[in-house]
């Protein structure tokens, strides 16, 4: 697995998301408590260093860049299967 070294949530990838379209998820997301899992007691991150010194990676795609593009892929799938 390579890693960033940063946190994310579902909540900060719907927020995200939902921003990239001009929405609120609050709005549109009901969460079920059933299904939230309890917070870690520590915050789970990957660290990159071996990565970076084995295969010399960086991250080089910000999350709000990389979610923008899934984003897009899923609306232009979307138009796509409008059209057939």
């Known amino acids: 697995m390579i890693a960033s070294s940063y946190a994310?949530?579902?909540?900060?990838?719907?927020?995200?998301?939902?921003?990239?379209?001009?929405?609120?998820?609050?709005?549109h997301?009901?969460?079920d408590p059933e299904f939230v899992r309890?917070?870690?007691?520590?915050?789970r991150l990957g660290?990159?260093?071996q990565a970076?010194?084995?295969?010399g990676w960086v991250a080089?795609?910000?999350?709000?860049?990389?979610?923008?593009?899934?984003?897009e892929a899923d609306l232009r799938d979307l138009g796509a299967g409008a059209a057939r």
């Open 8 to 27: 994310r949530t579902v909540r900060d990838l719907v927020a995200t998301a939902f921003g990239c379209v001009g929405l609120d998820p609050d709005e």
């Open 47 to 49: 660290d990159p260093a």
């Open 29 to 31: 997301v009901v969460v």
């Open 60 to 71: 080089g795609t910000r999350f709000e860049d990389m979610v923008a593009a899934m984003v």
């Open 38 to 43: 309890p917070a870690e007691p520590a915050a």
């Open 52 to 55: 970076r010194a084995v295969l």
